[in-house]
């Protein structure tokens, strides 16, 4: 009981219509959608948020901290096809450039040209708004082979040493 009277009190000062009701807790919109995003992860260090059948994907926080600061994303254009594993942009830094490749198939629905205006969005918020292309996925079953939050946690812990 303690807990949903913190959770309601911490979204009291949300306005009632941006409210959105989850098991008697009001949410806001923002919290509420998060709720059923799931994230998996690459290896390489791309990243995939998946909500409804599309994967949002970029490269994640400990990529971006190996890089340095990124000076360049190229990304396909709405309706390129991908298979898994293939190269569908590359992100140039102060350091070096590196091919991003796609984690699962599917067909590009949107990629993220607010950030031609500041590609620097990647170094401060990558896995939130530096997000790279927005994935239909056509194959959610190869979700499988990739990596959830804890698993990932610990390839970075083992790679950092």
């Known amino acids: 009981m303690s807990s949903t009277i913190a959770v309601r ?4 000062a949300a306005p009632a219509a941006s409210r959105v009701m989850a098991r ?3 949410l806001s919109p923002k919290i509420a959608s998060a709720r059923f995003m799931t994230s998996y992860f690459t ?4 990243y995939i948020k998946v909500e409804d059948g599309v994967g949002t994907i970029g490269i994640t926080d400990f990529a971006q901290a190996a890089l340095g600061d990124i000076v360049y994303v190229d990304l396909p254009e709405e309706g390129d096809e991908f298979e898994k594993g293939d190269s569908f942009g590359s992100v140039e830094s102060v350091k070096a450039a590196s091919d991003v490749y796609v984690p699962v198939s599917g067909e590009v ?3 993220n040209d607010d950030m031609s205006d500041n590609y620097g969005v990647v170094n401060t918020d990558a896995e939130g708004d530096g997000w790279f292309i927005k994935l239909k996925l056509s194959d959610e079953s190869e979700l499988e082979d990739l990596m959830g939050e ?3 946690k610990a390839h970075c812990e083992a790679e950092a040493h």
């Open 9 to 12: 009190s911490l979204f009291r």
């Open 24 to 26: 008697g807790v009001a």
């Open 43 to 46: 290896p390489a260090h791309e």
């Open 109 to 111: 629905v949107e990629s």
């Open 150 to 152: 804890a698993e990932y």
